[in-house]
């Protein structure tokens, strides 16, 4: 059974593409070692007060608001997989350097180098699986991957745990075994094919992407649909808690069913989305099903008895990951999709950018909606979520037709 449900959902990454397989578990480990406790590190290691914590997390979604499209641009004039190898050093290099934190001036520093090079890998990764995987398996290959990068995130976070557990200078281990993960990384990049040699100078793009008017109007849409990760992150935690009497042990538990999920359904989610129809069809179906999540949560926060609390949040959380499944599969095949070949990395860099707002903005939106507003301001999210599922097939079309005419 566990065979063919390898050979079923990881067939796609046979053969040149294996080695973005080994690239993202590495990657996903070294983000799940360091994530999962990243701000127990900065408060208890670094001895960071917690509202400087969050001012250099913000710096950090900042800076890679700005580097999402720089890098992008970069990629398509030097080559996806140059660039990504120099971010990968440059991350082993910023992660050796947080155990030497110790004021803010310097963890701002560091976090936001880390944030601008994070952020811009994104498209970078992007950019090498349309450049090694054919057009039509791509979307499958990307689903492949990202159920591949939820095993390793959630064994890093695991070693994370064990090692916030042992605590003292052990938790040093926790930057530096992301900084490890990058420098393996980065010999796996070196040994990726050079299929994109990089454009010269007067074929690279010029930041066509920020000037395409309908593809930013894809972006926006996809912002808001993309809200449903911040949902589960924040938003269902802060549900939870509100309610009395509720275990705070359910919270993991919540995660763990989500990651589960994901790992087991994620290739099958994504069947249907290497063409733009199928693409936006799994991005409406996100929307709607992500919708009436946020509005069985306010029912929940109405009846107030934490056993049907418990009850609302395992319904919530399957309709919440069945839309992170269809969201995830409609943002890759309307990512590849509307990427010209001369601008890969740029246009998939600009739309990286949906990401970053959500990292960014959405957690103090979710937050304040969840609590300050609540029951009634899971309405408004999922209101939100509502209009992106309406709007994502009209703006695609719209961007669509653009691309064609310029053509």
Do not use: K
Not at 57 to 66: E, K, R, V
Not at 179 to 188: E, G, M, R
Not at 322 to 338: C, D, K, P
């Amino acid at each position: 059974m566990i065979t063919s449900f390898v050979r079923s959902n990881y067939a796609s990454l046979r053969g040149p593409t294996a080695p973005l397989a080994v690239l993202h578990l590495l990657d996903s480990v070294g983000n799940g070692l360091f994530l999962a406790s990243s701000t127990v590190y900065f408060v208890v290691i670094a001895g960071l007060p917690t509202a400087q914590v969050g001012i250099g997390l913000s710096l950090a979604g900042l800076a890679g608001f700005f580097s999402s499209v720089l890098m992008g641009r970069a990629a398509d004039r030097f080559g996806a997989r140059r660039m990504l190898l120099i971010s990968m050093l440059a991350l082993a290099g910023v992660y050796c350097m947080y155990p030497m934190v110790d004021s803010a001036p310097t963890f701002f520093v560091v976090v936001a180098l880390a944030g601008a090079l994070e952020w811009g890998s994104g498209p970078l990764f992007h950019t090498l699986v349309m450049d090694l995987v054919p057009e039509a398996d791509r979307v499958t290959a990307r689903a492949a991957l990202r159920s591949v990068f939820n095993v390793g995130f959630s064994a890093g976070a695991l070693i994370a745990a064990g090692l916030i557990g042992i605590g003292g200078a052990a938790m040093h281990a926790l930057p530096l075994g992301n900084a490890l993960s990058f420098a393996l990384a980065a010999l796996v990049v070196v040994r990726l094919p050079v299929t994109s040699p990089g454009l010269p100078p007067e074929r690279a793009s010029r930041f066509r992407a920020l000037r395409d008017v309908p593809f930013l109007g894809v972006i926006g849409v996809s912002t808001l649909l993309a809200l449903n990760g911040t949902v589960l992150a924040v938003g269902v935690p802060l549900w939870i808690l509100s309610v009395d009497g509720v275990p705070r042990s359910v919270i993991p538990l919540v995660f763990i069913l989500n990651t589960v999920l994901v790992v087991l359904l994620q290739v099958r989610a994504a069947r249907g989305s290497d063409h733009l129809d199928g693409a936006v069809a799994a991005a409406r179906r996100s929307g709607l099903v992500s919708a009436a999540a946020c509005l069985i949560m306010v029912l929940g926060g109405l009846i107030g008895s934490w056993a049907a609390t418990v009850g609302i949040a395992v319904v919530a959380v399957l309709l919440i990951t069945a839309g992170e499944l269809w969201q995830s599969a409609g943002a890759f095949g309307i990512g590849y999709g509307l990427a010209p070949d001369t601008a890969r990395g740029e246009y998939l860099g600009a739309f990286h950018l949906r990401m970053v707002a959500q990292a960014t903005l959405g957690p103090a939106t979710v937050a304040w909606f969840a609590t300050d507003l609540a029951p009634y301001g899971w309405a408004i999210v999922a209101a939100a979520l509502l209009a992106g599922a309406v709007l994502i097939g009209p703006a695609v079309r719209r961007a669509e037709r653009d691309r064609a005419t310029a053509v």
